[in-house]
């Protein structure tokens, strides 16, 4: 039995048992005060530094919890966090600064940028070292995503939605992966590009570098990629859509609905997705929002996947068939975690427990995306604080860069083709 709880005692499992009360408090965010705390997009209000405030004692406990499960020494966190945390707040409002963020630039980004001027331009002390630890908040903030992700959004996503998921996932994904190994990047970077662009961006990268243990350097600046490349595809898309749908179809009804779906199926973040989708129109929008959210759904299957893969490689390199006990221990425990809280939140949703079970948006799981962002935010800082400008410059960075603009060029054309097919020929025959 105690070699049993000792196995518990590892990140993986204390990170998704002390997720537990905050998936707990997100369960009842209809009956707290304007549903809970609010990352704040200003300093300047009374309201603001309250949730400022609630966050960062939220943060600060399961901070000295999570350390105090894994016997790391709690000497020194306390400061340690305090700038960490205030880096994060300052990148969150930055991102909401109107000017900003009308071009689609996401907090994670500015958390990153603000990391690595501290990390560059001057030295870290070692005072401010403990609290570092970006993978242990990225882990919470997986966790707590998981509850953003309803079965109802799966099932109202409907079987169209799905096969262009599961179609466009495998081509992207596959296609990212060879392509960034031919230009000699990474197996664990690979497989992290490969995900976050043919899934859904950073939420996909963060969950497939759990996966592969991609270093934290190239996962922060795979991240930084993502959030820089989705500025210009907001009004690329759109533009593409405008130019090529008329094209193929007078039907206006038609024209929406493969804009949507082209639409959602390549633009890396759900932000991004109802940005550009919202330019194009209102029916496209629907349409985007419902593709993402089925993509978002596979992040798990894709996670299972990619576990399987690297349990059946050898060490000289050879496939072979794993054992379920070799999977298990590949299989990154978090992930579970992840799907847990999406099972139990869709749950709570279909029988009626929630009060606002019926809503289109519920105050729990915007309570836990809002979670998710915050703590992905500290990871970010973390990341950046912990990367050198010379190593994202280097020629290796530089062919992560290359292989993901190559891999988003064969996600636009693909997505066209199997959006076109499916929403433009199949759906019209299927529903006349």
Same mark, same amino acid.
């Given at each position: 039995?105690?070699?049993?709880?000792?196995?518990?005692?590892?990140?993986?499992?204390?990170?998704?048992?002390?997720?537990?009360?905050?998936?707990?408090?997100?369960?009842?965010?209809?009956?707290?005060?304007?549903?809970?705390?609010?990352?704040?997009?200003?300093?300047?209000?009374? #309201?603001?530094?309250?949730?400022?405030?609630?966050?960062?004692?939220?943060? !600060?406990?399961?901070?000295?919890?999570?350390?105090?499960?894994? #016997?790391?020494?709690?000497?020194?966190?306390?400061?340690?966090?305090?700038?960490?945390?205030?880096?994060?707040?300052?990148?969150?409002?930055? &991102?909401?600064?109107?000017?900003?963020?009308?071009?689609?630039?996401?907090?994670?980004?500015?958390?990153?940028?603000?990391?690595?001027?501290?990390?560059?331009?001057?030295?870290?002390?070692?005072?401010?070292?403990?609290?570092?630890?970006?993978?242990?908040?990225?882990?919470?903030?997986?966790?707590?995503?998981?509850?953003?992700?309803?079965?109802?959004?799966?099932?109202?996503?409907?079987?169209? &939605?799905?096969?262009?998921?599961?179609?466009?996932?495998?081509?992207?994904?596959?296609?990212? $992966?060879?392509?960034?190994?031919?230009?000699?990047?990474?197996?664990?970077?690979?497989?992290?590009?490969?995900?976050?662009?043919?899934?859904?961006? /950073?939420? &996909?990268?963060?969950?497939?570098?759990?996966?592969?243990?991609?270093?934290?350097?190239?996962?922060? $600046?795979?991240?930084?990629?993502?959030?820089? %490349?989705?500025?210009?595809?907001?009004?690329?898309?759109?533009?593409?859509?405008?130019?090529?749908?008329?094209?193929?179809?007078?039907?206006?009804?038609?024209?929406?609905?493969?804009?949507? +779906?082209? %639409?959602?199926?390549?633009?890396?973040?759900?932000?991004?997705?109802? +940005? &550009?989708?919202?330019? $194009?129109?209102?029916?496209?929008?629907?349409?985007?929002?419902?593709?993402? +959210?089925?993509?978002? /759904?596979?992040?798990?299957?894709?996670?299972?996947?990619?576990?399987?893969?690297?349990?059946?490689?050898?060490?000289?390199?050879?496939?072979?068939?794993?054992?379920?006990?070799?999977?298990?221990?590949?299989?990154?425990?978090?992930?579970?975690?992840?799907?847990?809280?999406?099972?139990?939140?869709?749950? !709570?949703?279909?029988?009626?427990?929630?009060?606002?079970?019926?809503?289109?948006?519920? +105050?729990?799981?915007?309570?836990?995306?809002?979670?998710?962002?915050?703590?992905?935010?500290?990871?970010?800082?973390?990341?950046?604080?912990?990367?050198?400008?010379?190593?994202?410059?280097?020629?290796?960075?530089?062919?992560?860069?290359?292989?993901?603009?190559?891999?988003?060029?064969?996600?636009?054309?693909?997505?066209?083709?199997?959006?076109?097919?499916?929403?433009?020929?199949?759906?019209?025959?299927?529903?006349?």
């Amino acid at each position: 039995m105690k070699k049993f709880f000792k196995q518990l005692l590892v990140e993986d499992w204390v990170v998704t048992l002390i997720s537990i009360p905050i998936l707990i408090m997100c369960a009842f965010a209809y009956y707290l005060e304007n549903g809970g705390p609010k990352v704040p997009s200003t300093f300047l209000t009374q #309201s603001a530094w309250l949730n400022i405030g609630y966050l960062f004692m939220i943060a !600060l406990v399961v901070l000295y919890l999570g350390n105090r499960m894994l #016997s790391r020494p709690l000497k020194g966190l306390f400061w340690s966090f305090v700038v960490i945390f205030a880096v994060s707040m300052l990148a969150q409002v930055v &991102a909401n600064i109107p000017f900003i963020k009308k071009f689609g630039f996401e907090a994670v980004f500015f958390s990153v940028i603000f990391g690595l001027i501290i990390r560059n331009c001057f030295r870290i002390p070692e005072w401010l070292k403990p609290a570092i630890q970006g993978e242990f908040f990225i882990k919470i903030g997986v966790v707590c995503l998981g509850a953003t992700i309803l079965f109802r959004d799966f099932v109202a996503a409907g079987s169209l &939605a799905l096969v262009q998921g599961c179609i466009v996932i495998t081509c992207v994904w596959f296609f990212g $992966y060879l392509l960034s190994r031919k230009l000699r990047v990474d197996e664990a970077s690979a497989t992290t590009l490969a995900s976050g662009v043919s899934i859904c961006g /950073v939420s &996909a990268c963060i969950t497939a570098a759990g996966v592969a243990n991609t270093d934290g350097r190239k996962l922060s $600046y795979i991240v930084s990629v993502v959030l820089i %490349i989705v500025v210009p595809m907001i009004y690329l898309m759109p533009y593409l859509a405008r130019l090529i749908i008329p094209l193929l179809t007078s039907d206006v009804a038609i024209q929406n609905e493969i804009a949507g +779906a082209w %639409i959602g199926g390549t633009v890396d973040t759900t932000s991004g997705v109802g +940005a &550009a989708s919202a330019i $194009y129109g209102e029916e496209a929008n629907k349409i985007a929002m419902i593709v993402k +959210a089925t993509q978002n /759904v596979l992040i798990g299957v894709v996670a299972f996947c990619i576990a399987t893969y690297l349990a059946s490689k050898s060490a000289d390199g050879r496939l072979h068939r794993p054992s379920l006990r070799i999977v298990w221990d590949k299989f990154p425990k978090f992930v579970l975690g992840f799907v847990l809280a999406s099972l139990v939140f869709s749950l !709570l949703q279909q029988y009626g427990i929630f009060p606002d079970s019926d809503a289109r948006k519920l +105050a729990e799981t915007a309570l836990a995306k809002r979670f998710s962002g915050f703590f992905f935010s500290l990871a970010f800082v973390c990341i950046g604080m912990s990367t050198r400008l010379k190593d994202i410059v280097s020629r290796e960075n530089r062919n992560i860069l290359y292989a993901f603009i190559g891999a988003q060029c064969f996600n636009i054309i693909v997505t066209f083709f199997v959006a076109w097919l499916l929403f433009g020929i199949l759906k019209p025959l299927l529903v006349p």
